[in-house]
């Protein structure tokens, strides 16, 4: 497992931009494929988007495609979400996690490494 901590939430408007951080502690990190969940209030946690653990490919679902961008930096242990022309339904608390695996997963269950969590709000 790697510990992971985010950083980079915020409230924002409709139309406006935030970039979440997820640095992440352990020497295994390069080995960790990547991801970034999500949930609203009253609702279940999401998948929004994973990325391979060489940092060559991602997967963005389909809410986020388009407006949303992650980013691995391996020499700073740390994977970033760019998020663009957010909307009042991307309000959520965002998690980074990791899986050991060298596939890209979606699956919650597959991730063994969460961090705490970022809150993103953005008002209409």
């Known amino acids: 497992q790697v510990l992971l901590v985010e950083s980079g939430g915020g409230l924002v408007q409709a139309g406006g931009s935030l970039r979440l951080s997820c640095a992440a502690s352990?020497?295994?990190?390069?080995?960790?494929?990547m991801g970034w969940f999500r949930q609203a209030p009253g609702k279940e946690r999401e998948f929004v988007v994973a990325?391979?653990?060489?940092?060559?490919?991602?997967y963005y679902a389909d809410s986020v495609k388009g407006r949303f961008t992650i980013a691995k930096d391996k020499a700073k242990n740390t994977v970033y979400l760019q998020m663009n022309n957010l909307k009042p339904e991307d309000t959520a608390r965002y998690y980074c996690?990791?899986?050991?695996?060298?596939?890209?997963?979606?699956?919650?269950?597959?991730?063994?490494?969460w961090g705490q969590g970022a809150q993103v709000t953005v008002s209409s």
């Open positions: 996690a990791g899986a050991d695996t060298v596939f890209i997963v979606i699956m919650e269950s597959r991730y063994d490494s």
């Open positions: 990325i391979s653990r060489s940092g060559g490919n991602a």
């Open positions: 352990g020497r295994t990190f390069s080995s960790y494929t």
